[in-house]
Structure formats: structure tokens, C-alpha cells
């Protein structure tokens, strides 16, 4: 992966879903974190994208609950998209602005596993991005039916390994980001 050529996406990590602690919270901040550090202190791209879901709800825009957790929140001049569809390339100017960029490889972070991590990642390969998964970067929440646990391990082994993206340790996948 070169350098200058890969980006680090990290997708709907905002106050009000870290504060409902998603299935292992502090796992996901720390391997972010890992992440950010790594892609800021080699002069790459981190972006942030944010969900709107309508006036009256946790993830309203402009409210407390909408901007991104304080744990991995943006540095000044870092792009942020906002959104309100589960892809964060439908109407937001992201794919544009990656093109911009020469971005031919992402590595995607954030929450929810099963909605707008799995249309992001789906989207970026149908785009042509490589698309890189650090196991630990990507969380969900109990859905009802079934634990947080085994959904992330669905889309990680079933759904996206091997055919949408590359999931990796995180070592792996700061070693990748190191070449």
C-alpha cells in the first residue's frame, strides 16, 4: 500500500453511540487512535465522516451526540463528511474528494458494523479502492436477535474477508500503513 496513495476512513464514530457503549468501546478507540496516529504522523489522510439522522434524535445534526467522539475527533484541517444515507459516498462529495486526493486504498474504521460499515466498505469496492479492515476498528451494538460479538464476526469472516476488503490484525494493518 503506498503511502501517499491510502487514506484512513473513520465512519460514524460520534459521541452519542460511543456514550451507548458499542460492543468493546475501549478496544475500538484504542485501535483507532493507533490508527490516526500512525497515518497523521506519516503526513496521510484521516477523514471522518458523520450520520445525520433527522431533527429530534441522538445523532441530530449540530447537537452534542452528532459530532465526533472527543476519543478520536478530528485535527484542524481534517475532512469531514456528513451524511444521511449508510454509504458514506452517496451525495456527501467523498468519492470526489478521494479522487482529488490519488487515494487508491482505504482503511476503514468506525460503527455500525452492519449498516453503514458494511454499505461503505461495499461501495468503496465497487468504486475500485482496496479496502483495508483492522479487526478491532469496527464495532456494532446487540441488536435483539443477536450479540454484537457474532455480527462482527459475520461480516468480518462471511461477508467482507476475502471478497469486499482485507481484514487484518492491527498490527497487520499499521504495518501495512508503515510501506
Known amino acids: ?90 451525495r456527501t462529495g467523498l468519492g470526489r474528494y478521494l479522487e482529488r486526493l490519488g487515494i487508491e486504498t482505504l482503511v476503514i474504521t468506525g460503527l455500525q458494523t452492519e449498516y453503514c460499515i458494511d454499505a461503505t466498505i461495499k461501495s468503496a469496492f465497487e468504486r475500485g479502492y482496496r479496502v483495508i479492515l483492522p479487526a478491532g476498528g469496527i464495532s456494532t451494538f446487540c441488536n435483539g436477535r443477536l450479540p454484537a460479538r457474532k455480527i462482527n464476526l459475520f461480516y468480518y469472516k462471511n461477508i467482507w474477508q476475502g471478497r469486499y476488503g482485507e481484514v487484518l490484525s492491527l498490527p497487520e494493518a499499521l504495518k501495512e500503513a508503515a510501506k
Not at 24 to 50: D, N, S
Not at 61 to 76: D, E, F, M, N, S
Request: charged content about 25%; aromatic content about 8%.
Open 1 to 90: 500500500m503506498e503511502k501517499n496513495k491510502t487514506a484512513l476512513l473513520v465512519i460514524d464514530v460520534q459521541q452519542a453511540l460511543i456514550d451507548q457503549r458499542p460492543w468493546k468501546t475501549a478496544r475500538l478507540l484504542r485501535t483507532i487512535t493507533a490508527l490516526q496516529e500512525r497515518f497523521r504522523g506519516e503526513g496521510r489522510p484521516v477523514i471522518f465522516v458523520r450520520h445525520d439522522d433527522g431533527p429530534g434524535t441522538p445523532l441530530a445534526y449540530g447537537t452534542p451526540g452528532w459530532k465526533v467522539a472527543h476519543a478520536v475527533g478530528p485535527l484542524r484541517g481534517e475532512k469531514v463528511f456528513d451524511k444521511c444515507f449508510n454509504s458514506a459516498f452517496l
